[in-house]
């Protein structure tokens, strides 16, 4: 069975920096192109940023490029968000997801593309 299993939220102050992971069990990470979104209480949720394994591409969304950073280690089968500068907006329950197909600039934030999801991590940030 595949899973996905995210770790590393908390309460932090503006500014602060946090660290997500994601730990992808049952299945190689070359496998998956694996992006992390993220859901504040009374939103949508909102595609944050992309990692493709394969290729090494990555995609931020306009929010969070320059202060998010996606990486993956393969032998760790695992995908972090190093979250820096953190905003109250910031604000939400983050959840990694993964799919098989190769994504691209047009298609990597849409949450119906992705099989697989994450129980989520919850990042409060106060002002």
């Known amino acids: 069975e595949v899973q996905f299993v995210e770790s590393g939220g908390g309460l932090v102050q503006t500014g602060a920096s946090l660290r997500l992971s994601c730990v992808v069990s049952?299945?190689?990470?070359?496998?998956?192109?694996i992006s992390w979104f993220r859901q504040a209480p009374g939103k949508e949720r909102e595609a944050v940023s992309c990692?493709?394994?394969?290729?090494?591409?990555?995609f931020y969304s306009s929010s969070v490029k320059d202060r998010f950073t996606i990486s993956s280690d393969n032998a760790k089968n695992t995908v972090y968000l190093q979250m820096n500068t953190l905003e109250p907006e910031d604000t939400a329950v983050y959840y990694c997801?993964?799919?098989?197909?190769?994504?691209?600039?047009?298609?990597?934030?849409?949450?119906?593309?992705?099989?697989?999801w994450g129980q989520g991590t919850q990042v409060t940030v106060s002002s």
């Open positions: 997801a993964g799919t098989t197909m190769r994504l691209i600039t047009s298609t990597w934030s849409m949450s119906t593309y992705y099989d697989y």
């Open positions: 049952g299945a190689s990470l070359n496998s998956y192109d």
């Open positions: 990692i493709s394994t394969r290729n090494r591409r990555k």
